[in-house]
């Protein structure tokens, strides 16, 4: 075990609903049980490594690992790494207060349980602030811990309500992608649902470049045959679809926005030569790419 390095820490905690926040500021530091309660990691700056029940993740500034009270694991903040983070430890009493009252979540409700955030069921993963509701309670967090000297402050239950409203709002679609994979094994479906994840960050990134859906299945380990059925039984889509959508809309923000000529944009969309283009644009939208184009 490393000895510990680093360890700052200011503690935010509300006993009568077991709830607490931890700011901390890390280096050559090593827990073996990071996990107390259902746990958000958010990392601020620099990044945090994980292991979460034998899967690794490595949490980089603006990103945040989920992992309940069953999740086991660890934490490594190497010795010539620092890191900035913040932890909040929320309680299976108010995940049951907050879903005991109904709406917003009445379609979660029919679906699982409170018991369900804190259970083995559980899908551990790692999200981005900006892409999810409950980045943005993060990233609210983070700026109040910014605006206060030494971090003196005092964060009230509501903000614990909002925050578990917010994921569950995140996990609905997670939890109904799950139930589209078909294995017995809650972890082989685990597993699928990160891989195929991964594949569909991987596009979203990189939908410009010429790379292959082949070329993203074998990067996560998968057939391209199996990414595809995975992906269209996940998202409704199919990658290939997912890409050229992806495409066609840039291309629609570089006619209204830019001043670039059809054939230009064309080609910065990746959607071949201006023909081409044309006919794409026109079976996507029932318009030509010209009655859009600024030139």
Known sequence: MKKPGTFIVKNISQKEIGCQINYSELSNFFHEKPYRKFSIKYVIEGSENYTANGVKYKVNAGEYLLASSHTEGCILVKE??????????????????????????????????????????????????TSSKTGAQLIQLHNQFVLQK???????????????????????????????ISSKKIKTRKDLWRKTNEGMNMLNELYLQ????????????LSEYYFFRLFKSIYQISPYQFVLNKRLKYATSLLIESDLNISEIA?????????????????????????????
């Open 80 to 129: 010539n790494q620092y890191a900035k983070g913040i932890c909040i430890d929320l309680s299976n009493d108010v995940f049951a207060e907050v879903m005991a009252q109904g709406a917003p979540m009445d379609e979660l409700n029919e679906l699982i349980t409170s018991n369900f955030f804190n259970s083995t069921q559980f899908l551990e993963n790692k999200f981005q602030v």
């Open 267 to 295: 080609d910065q969309s990746a959607l071949g030569d201006i023909f081409s283009f044309s006919k794409i644009f026109k079976k996507a939208y029932g318009i030509s790419p010209s009655q859009l184009s600024r030139k």
């Open 150 to 180: 030494d971090f003196e402050m005092s964060v009230d239950n509501g903000f614990y309500f909002q925050l578990i409203e917010a994921l569950i709002s995140d996990y609905i679609p997670i939890y109904k992608q799950l139930q589209q």
């Open 210 to 221: 010429e790379i292959s859906v082949r070329q993203i299945a074998r990067a996560i380990g």
